[in-house]
C-alpha cells in the first residue's frame, strides 16, 4: 500500500523529535495509568466508608494522599505531553513548508506550468495544515485512546472478570450502530455537496458578473434559479444534518445500556457475596464510562488520520519532485557584450508535439530584434528558452560565445532585463515593486526611472505616492498601470540585454510612444528582444524575425521584409490595413 | 447581532423545542447516579434481588426514553439550523443583487462568495451545536449541582466552591487563546500570500535572482506563524490538566468530608457515590462546553460578517425632479464630474456633450482617461459627483433604474458569457425575442457563423465564462446579445478589440443600419474604429480636450492627432 511509504517518510521527519517523541509517549503511558488508578485508590477510599461510627479515617488519609499525587502527576504529564505533542506536530509541519518552499524556487518550470498555482498552495498551506491536525489528533487522541482501552480492560479484569466480559461484549455494538449511520448518511451528504457545489458555480457566475446582471435587469431571473437552488439545498441539508445527527444519541444509548448491564451484573455479585466491594463496583461503573468513550472517538481519529495521511501524501509529492539540474561550480557570465547565438535549437514542451525546430539566429551585439508571427508560432517559447526558463532539446544557446547551459542560471537571467506581458505586482508599497527589494537605492533614482517609464505622473496621483500600498497582484491599478511599473523596474538598473514580450499591450499607443522613446534609448548599445503586435513596437528593429510554426521563416528590416512582398506583408496587412 | 437574529423567527417553535427536548434527556441522565445510590442503599445493603432488577430495568428504560427525546431534539435543531441558513442566504443574495457598482467595487466579489457559502455554512452549524448543547452542558453541571444538594447540603458545598473555580479556568483560558488563534489564522494568511505571490510571479522572480531573498522572507514568516501557533499550544494544552486537577480535588474534598459525615450517621455510603457520580458527569460536560465555545465564537464572527453585507445599502442617489429638458438629446452630459468611492481624485471632471437620436459618438483617449466611466454613467451605474446625466431629457437619478436600464444596451470591455446555451444567453437581452429575432441579432454583430461553426446552433453549450469560445468569438455574442434588446440607446465598451479591422468595420456599417436606429456610443483605442462617427469625445486624465469629427480633430486636438499618429504613422501612410 502507498500509504506505508508517506507513514515512513512522516516517521522520518519526525526522527528529529525523537526524544521529543519518546518523552511524549513515555507521558502518555503514565499519564493513562494514573487515570486509571485513581478510580481503584477512590474505590478503596470509599469502601472505607462503612456504616455511622465505623469509617476508618486514620486509614483514609493515606489513601486521600496518595490521590492527590496521582492527581498532581497525572495533571503534570498530560500537560507536558500536550506540549511535545505540539511541538512535534508544528515543527514538522514547519519543516515540510520550509522544505516544500525551497523546493518551489528550484523546481523547472515544466513543472510549474503544468501545475495551477491554486493547487500548489493548497499543498504547501492546506494539506500542511490538515496534516499537523491529524498528527497532533493521531497522538493525543488515537495513543491515549488505545492505550485506556487496554489499560481500562486490565484494571476491569483485575476488579471483576465477569463483568469486563459482559462489558467488553457490549462495547463494539456502540462501534457498530456508528458505521451503519455513517454508511448511510454518506449518500445524504454527497448528495448535499453535489447541490452545494452547483449552488457556489451559480453563486460565482452571478456575483462575479453581478454589473452585467444588473445592466440586463436580469436580478428576478437570477433570485428564481437562486431560490430553486437554495430549496433544494435545504432538503438535502436537513436530511444530511439530522441523520448523520443521530449518531451520538445512538452510540449514547450504547453506553446506558452497558453502564445498566454493570450496574445489574455488579449488584448482583456483590449480593451473592463474590468478593465484589462496593468500591469496586464504583470503579466498575467509571471505567464502564472511561471505557466507551475513547471507542466513540478513535472511529473519528481514524478517519481523520486516513485524511492527513493522504494530505501528507500530497505534501511529499510536491517535496519530492525533480529539481533544475544544479549548476554549481559552473562560470559565470560576466560584463556581458550581447552577442547571442542560436544554433540548430530544437525544442517542444511535450515529446510528440514538435514547437521549435532547428531553429539558427546570430545576433550582433546592441542588435535590436523584433519577433512577430501568428499565435502559437513560438515567440513565447523562443524567450523562455533564451531565459533558460527551459532547456533546450537539441541545439546550443549562447551569449558571448559561452554555452548559457554552462553557465549559472543566475549569472545568465542578471544578464537580461525582462518585461511581460503578464504584469506581476506583489502585495506591497509602489516603492517595493519597484526596487523588488534591493537596497541601497535612493528616492531620487527611483523617481528617475518614474519618470523615463511615464509611470511618475500616475504613481504621484496615489493617495500616498511611491509609498502607497497596493493589494495582491496590483489592487486597483489598471492593466496598463501594472505594465508602466513592470517597465519601471527595468529602467532602474538596465541589464546589458532586454527582453520585452509585448510589455506594453495594454498601455495607450499615445503613453506607448513616449514609452518607445525611452526604451529606444535603453536600447541603445543594448541587444533585445521584443515581441509585440503593434507596427509602430516593430517597425524601428534591426531584425525582424518573421516565425511560423516555430521556425523563422523570413528575416530582415521592416522595410526589406515589406519589399520581399512574403508572410511579412501579409500578416502586417491583415493586422494594419483597415 | 440584530439583524441575523430576526432570521430566527419562522423557526422559534423548533428552536425553543430542540434544547426542551435536551433538557428532558440530560434530566434523565442526572437521575442514573440517584438509581446507583439506591441500588447500592436499598438493594445491596438489604439483598433484595428483585429491587435490583427493577432499578436495572429504570436504568434501561431511562437510556431508550433518553434516546428519544435526544432524537427528537436533533430533528427540530436541524430544521431550525438548516432553515435559517436557507433564508440567510437568500436575503444576502438578494441584497447583493440591489448593490450599486461603487458598493460591489468597495466590497470584492470573491469576499462577497464567501460570505454567501462558508460563512453561512459555519453559522449553520453553529446554531446547530447551540440549539442542541449550549443549554445542556450547563444545566448538567449546574443540575449535578442541585441534584448534590437533594443529596446532601454539606457535601454539595464542595460543587458548589468547585464549579465557579472551573468555570473562571476555562473562560480565562479560552479568553487568553482566541486572540493568539485569531493571531495563528492571520500568520497563516501571511504565509499563504508569500506562497501564492512566488507562483503567480515566478517568472520574475527567477529574472531578478531573488529566490534566495523570498526563501528568506517566507522562513521569517514561517518561524513566526510557528512560533505564535507553539505558545497557543502550549495555553491551550493547559485546559485539560486544569479541569483535572480541579474536579479530582473536589472529588477528594468530597470523599473525605463525606466519610466523616457518614461516620456520624448523617449519609450513607451510596450517597457518597452518587455525589462522586455526579463530579465525574460535570468533568466530561465541561470538555464538551468547551470545544462547543470554540465553534460558538467562530459561528458569531461569521454572523458579523454576514451581517456586514446586510448592512450595506445601495448608494445610488434618487431624486423626484421630473422636469424635462426642453433639448431633444437623447443621452446629454451637463458639467458631469465623477469619483469614484475612497478615490482621491475626480475621475471624470466637468463633462458636458449632446448626443442626438441616432447619432454614433466615438469616445477616445489614453490609459485611465475615464473612457469607461463616461459610459457607465448613462445607465446610472455610479452617480455623479456633480452636474447631470439626461437621457430622453430626464434627469437618470429620476428615472426607475430598470426602466432606464431596459432601453440601454450595454457590451461591457470583458466580453462575458454565462453557462447555458447560446440560445440563454441571448435571451438575457429580451426573454420574448424568437429564434428569428436572435438570428438578426448575431448577423447585425457578426456573430452568425459562430452560431454555425458549432454543434446544435443556437442550442449549443456555453461552458461556465464562456471559456470554449475565443476571445473574439465571445465579444461578437456579447455585442449580439446586446443588441437582442433592440436598444435605443447601444454602448460599445471597448468591445471589438479582438476583431480584425475587417470585421469590426461590417459590424459598425451593419449596427448603423438597423431599422430602430439606436444612439450608438462606440469606446476604443483604435482611431479606425471611431473615425466614421458623428462626433468623437477625446478624453484626456479625465478631461474633455476635445469633440468633434475626424477632420475637426485632426485639424485641432493635439492629443487626438497624437492617438492617431501612434497608431498611423505621421502621414498616414497606411490609412
Known amino acids: 500500500m502507498n500509504n506505508t511509504s508517506t507513514v515512513i517518510k512522516v516517521l522520518k521527519r519526525i526522527k528529529h523529535y525523537l526524544p521529543v517523541l519518546v518523552i511524549s509517549l513515555v507521558l502518555a503511558l503514565i499519564s493513562v495509568a494514573l487515570t486509571l488508578l485513581l478510580p481503584i485508590i477512590i474505590g478503596d477510599a470509599i469502601d472505607l466508608i462503612t456504616s455511622p461510627g465505623n469509617v476508618d479515617t486514620e486509614a483514609m488519609l493515606p489513601l486521600l494522599y496518595n490521590a492527590a499525587v496521582v492527581i498532581a502527576f497525572t495533571a503534570i504529564a498530560q500537560w507536558i505531553m500536550n506540549y511535545c505533542n505540539n511541538k512535534i506536530a508544528y515543527n514538522v509541519v514547519k519543516d515540510l513548508r520550509a522544505q516544500a518552499f525551497e523546493k518551489l524556487q528550484k523546481l523547472p518550470f515544466s513543472y510549474l506550468d503544468t501545475h495551477s498555482s491554486g493547487d500548489v498552495v493548497s499543498r504547501i498551506i492546506s494539506d500542511a495544515d490538515q496534516f499537523a491536525e491529524g498528527l497532533l489528533l493521531g497522538f493525543t487522541q488515537f495513543f491515549t485512546g488505545i492505550m485506556t482501552i487496554i489499560g481500562t480492560i486490565v484494571f476491569m479484569l483485575s476488579i471483576n472478570v465477569k463483568i469486563t466480559l459482559v462489558v467488553v461484549l457490549i462495547t463494539p455494538l456502540s462501534l457498530f450502530v456508528a458505521k451503519f449511520i455513517a454508511s448511510k448518511t454518506y449518500a445524504m451528504f454527497k448528495a448535499q455537496s453535489s447541490v452545494r457545489g452547483e449552488q457556489t458555480a451559480f453563486i460565482d457566475e452571478m456575483i462575479n458578473h453581478q454589473k452585467i446582471v444588473q445592466a440586463f435587469n436580469h436580478t428576478d431571473e437570477s433570485m428564481e434559479r437562486f431560490d430553486e437552488i437554495n430549496d433544494r439545498l435545504a432538503k438535502c441539508s436537513l436530511r444530511a444534518v439530522f441523520f448523520s445527527s443521530t449518531t451520538n444519541p445512538s452510540t449514547r444509548f450504547i453506553n446506558n445500556l452497558v453502564y445498566a448491564a454493570v450496574a445489574l451484573t455488579g449488584a448482583l455479585s456483590a449480593l451473592a457475596g463474590g468478593g465484589l466491594t462496593i468500591g469496586n463496583l464504583s470503579a466498575l461503573l467509571s471505567y464502564a464510562n472511561q471505557y466507551t468513550k475513547p471507542f466513540n472517538e478513535i472511529s ?66 546592441g542588435q535590436r530584434v523584433a519577433i512577430v508571427g501568428p499565435t502559437g508560432c513560438g515567440k513565447t517559447t523562443l524567450i523562455n528558452l533564451l531565459m533558460r526558463f527551459y532547456d533546450v532539446n537539441s541545439g546550443t544557446i549562447t551569449v558571448d560565445n559561452k554555452d548559457i547551459s554552462k553557465v549559472t542560471r543566475h549569472s545568465l537571467r542578471a544578464s537580461y532585463g525582462m518585461v511581460l506581458q503578464d504584469t506581476w505586482l506583489r502585495a506591497g508599497t509602489i516603492r517595493d515593486n519597484i526596487t523588488l527589494g534591493k537596497e541601497n537605492i535612493t528616492d531620487a533614482e527611483v523617481i528617475a526611472a518614474a519618470k523615463a517609464a511615464h509611470s511618475h505622473s500616475f504613481i504621484k496621483r496615489l493617495p500616498n505616492g511611491y509609498d502607497t500600498v497596493i493589494g495582491e497582484d496590483g489592487g486597483g491599478l489598471s492593466q496598463g498601470q501594472k505594465q508602466l511599473l513592470c517597465i519601471t523596474r527595468i529602467m532602474l538598473s538596465p541589464p546589458p540585454m532586454l527582453i520585452l514580450d509585448e510589455a506594453t499591450s495594454s498601455i495607450d499607443t499615445r503613453t506607448e510612444i513616449r514609452i518607445q522613446k525611452a526604451f529606444a534609448k535603453l536600447m541603445q548599445g543594448r541587444t533585445s528582444f521584443i515581441v509585440a503586435h503593434r507596427l509602430s513596437t516593430i517597425k524601428e528593429a534591426d531584425v525582424i524575425l518573421v516565425m511560423k510554426d516555430g521556425n523563422v521563416i523570413e528575416k530582415g528590416s521592416h522595410t526589406e521584409l515589406l519589399a520581399a512582398g512574403g508572410f511579412y506583408k501579409t500578416l502586417y496587412n491583415s493586422q494594419f490595413a483597415g | 447581532m440584530r439583524k441575523i437574529l430576526k432570521f430566527l423567527n419562522g423557526y422559534i417553535k423548533e428552536i425553543i423545542a430542540a434544547p426542551l427536548f435536551k433538557l428532558i434527556e440530560a434530566a434523565f441522565d442526572l437521575t442514573v447516579p440517584l438509581v446507583i445510590a439506591a441500588i447500592i442503599n436499598n438493594g445491596i445493603k438489604t439483598g433484595d434481588k428483585i429491587y435490583i432488577y427493577k432499578m436495572c430495568a429504570v436504568l434501561v428504560l431511562l437510556a431508550f426514553l433518553g434516546l428519544a427525546f435526544s432524537i427528537t431534539a436533533q430533528f427540530f435543531s436541524a430544521k431550525a439550523a438548516v432553515g435559517v441558513s436557507s433564508k440567510l442566504r437568500r436575503a444576502v443574495f438578494e441584497k447583493i443583487q440591489d448593490l450599486s457598482f461603487s458598493e460591489l467595487d468597495t466590497v470584492g466579489t470573491s469576499t462577497l462568495i464567501t460570505r454567501i457559502t462558508s460563512d453561512i455554512n459555519q453559522i ?452
Open chain 1, 300 to 365: 473519528g481519529v481514524i478517519t481523520e488520520l486516513q485524511n492527513s495521511i493522504a494530505c501528507a501524501a500530497r505534501l511529499f509529492e510536491l517535496i519530492e519532485a525533480e529539481p533544475e539540474p544544479s549548476d554549481k561550480g559552473f562560470d559565470t557570465l560576466e560584463d556581458v557584450s550581447g552577442e547571442v547565438g542560436v544554433k540548430n535549437v530544437s525544442f517542444s514542451y511535450v515529446p510528440d508535439k514538435k514547437l521549435i525546430e532547428d531553429l539558427s539566429v546570430d545576433v550582433k551585439p
Open chain 2, 124 to 575: 449553520q452549524n453553529g446554531l446547530n451545536l447551540t440549539l442542541r448543547l449550549l443549554l445542556r452542558s450547563p444545566f448538567i453541571v449546574f443540575g449535578a449541582m442541585i441534584m448534590a444538594f437533594t443529596i446532601d447540603v454539606q457535601g454539595a458545598l464542595v460543587f458548589a466552591v468547585a464549579i465557579p473555580i472551573l468555570l473562571i479556568a476555562v473562560f480565562a483560558i479560552m479568553l487568553k487563546t482566541m486572540p493568539l488563534f485569531k493571531k495563528v489564522q492571520a500568520g497563516l494568511d501571511r504565509v499563504t500570500g508569500i506562497t501564492r505571490e512566488n507562483l503567480t510571479g515566478v517568472r520574475v522572480i527567477r529574472a531578478f535572482c531573488l529566490e534566495k531573498s523570498e526563501s528568506d522572507k517566507f522562513k521569517e514568516s514561517n518561524d513566526l506563524q510557528n512560533s505564535i501557533q507553539q505558545f497557543a499550544g502550549k495555553i491551550s494544552a493547559l485546559l485539560n490538566p486544569v479541569t483535572y486537577i480541579i474536579i479530582n480535588v473536589a472529588v477528594i474534598v468530597l470523599v473525605y468530608t463525606g466519610a466523616l459525615r457518614v461516620n456520624l450517621g448523617e449519609l450513607e455510603q451510596g450517597d457518597v457515590v452518587a455525589l462522586y457520580n455526579y463530579m465525574a458527569q460535570i468533568l466530561v460536560e465541561l470538555i464538551k462546553l468547551a470545544s462547543l465555545i470554540i465553534s460558538i465564537t467562530k459561528a458569531i464572527a461569521c454572523a458579523g460578517r454576514v451581517e456586514a453585507v446586510l448592512d450595506l445599502e445601495s448608494s445610488l442617489e434618487h431624486t423626484d425632479d421630473t422636469s424635462i429638458s426642453s433639448s431633444k438629446a437623447k443621452v446629454e452630459f451637463e458639467n458631469v464630474s465623477l469619483r469614484y468611492k475612497g478615490a482621491g481624485a475626480d475621475s471624470l471632471e466637468n463633462i458636458s456633450f449632446k448626443a442626438m437620436p441616432g447619432e454614433t459618438i466615438g469616445i477616445i483617449g489614453g490609459t485611465g482617461s475615464g473612457k469607461s466611466s463616461l459610459v457607465n454613467l448613462i445607465p446610472h451605474f455610479y452617480d455623479a459627483a456633480a452636474g447631470r446625466v439626461l437621457v430622453d431629457g430626464k434627469d437618470v437619478k429620476s428615472i426607475d433604474p430598470v426602466l432606464l436600464r431596459d432601453k440601454i444596451g450595454i457590451v461591457p470591455q470583458k466580453a462575458v458569457l454565462f453557462k447555458g446555451t447560446i440560445r440563454e444567453n441571448m435571451l438575457w437581452g429580451n426573454p420574448d425575442a424568437t429564434d428569428a429575432d436572435i438570428y438578426k441579432a448575431l448577423e447585425a454583430a457578426q456573430a452568425k457563423d459562430v452560431v454555425d461553426s458549432k454543434d446544435g446552433g443556437l442550442d449549443a453549450e456555453v461552458e461556465q465564462h464562456g471559456r470554449n469560445f475565443s476571445g473574439g468569438q465571445r465579444q461578437r455574442l456579447t455585442i449580439a446579445r446586446a443588441l437582442t434588446k433592440k436598444p435605443e440607446i447601444l454602448i460599445l465598451d471597448d468591445s471589438s478589440s479582438a476583431l480584425d479591422y475587417a470585421t469590426d468595420a461590417k459590424l459598425r456599417s451593419a449596427v448603423k443600419s438597423l431599422p430602430y436606429h439606436p444612439t450608438l456610443f462606440i469606446v476604443s483605442q483604435r482611431t479606425s474604429s471611431i473615425m466614421s462617427a458623428d462626433r468623437i469625445i477625446v478624453l484626456d486624465d479625465g478631461e474633455l480636450c476635445g469633440i468633434g469629427t475626424h477632420e475637426e480633430l485632426l485639424a485641432d486636438c493635439e492629443v487626438y492627432r497624437e492617438i492617431h499618429e501612434s497608431q498611423f504613422g505621421k502621414e498616414g501612410e497606411n490609412a
